[in-house]
């Protein structure tokens, strides 16, 4: 029970500030300097050791604390946004590169293969002109005289 002297952990001068007189003022209740570990988070304890030791009020520091993990938190909220710009922005020329890539794959195959048929439209008139070329020297060969168009 709070009040009683049997129960309570902490003797009342280090329960309750002292006024001008040095007396006990039960109207202005002190933080303990040894927070409940079981109760309360170990940043919170943390914050009442320190607010105990410094003679600071407990609210401040955590008010402070507070915007202290709020700064850190909007500095991880940016720099994770600006990775993810970066890594859209990345993914967006890695796309595009690959289409350009897969055009000019497609534009150099199809090139392969109008050489290829050019090639064995050469390589076909290169075989008539050698086959006409024996047949003209056969002619010669045996006499004949060229047939007239």
Avoid at 10 to 28: I, K, N
Avoid at 45 to 67: C, E, F, T
Avoid at 109 to 117: D, F, I, V
């Amino acid at each position: 029970m709070p009040g009683d002297p049997d129960t309570d952990c902490f003797p009342a001068p280090l329960l309750f500030a002292l006024d001008e007189t040095g007396e006990l003022d039960r109207s202005q209740p002190l933080e303990p300097l040894a927070p409940d570990l079981q109760k309360n988070e170990r940043h919170i304890v943390k914050l009442k050791l320190i607010a105990g030791l410094l003679g600071a009020p407990y609210a401040a520091l955590y008010r402070r604390d507070q915007r202290r993990s709020r700064r850190i938190a909007a500095a991880l909220s940016a720099a994770a946004l600006l990775l993810i710009l970066v890594l859209s922005g990345l993914s967006i020329a890695a796309f595009t590169y690959a289409r350009m890539a897969v055009q000019q794959r497609n534009e150099a195959q199809a090139a392969r293969k109008l050489a290829e048929q050019n090639a064995d439209k050469a390589e076909r008139r290169a075989w008539l002109a050698q086959v006409a070329a024996q047949e003209v020297r056969r002619m010669v060969a045996e006499g004949e005289s060229c047939p007239r168009p």
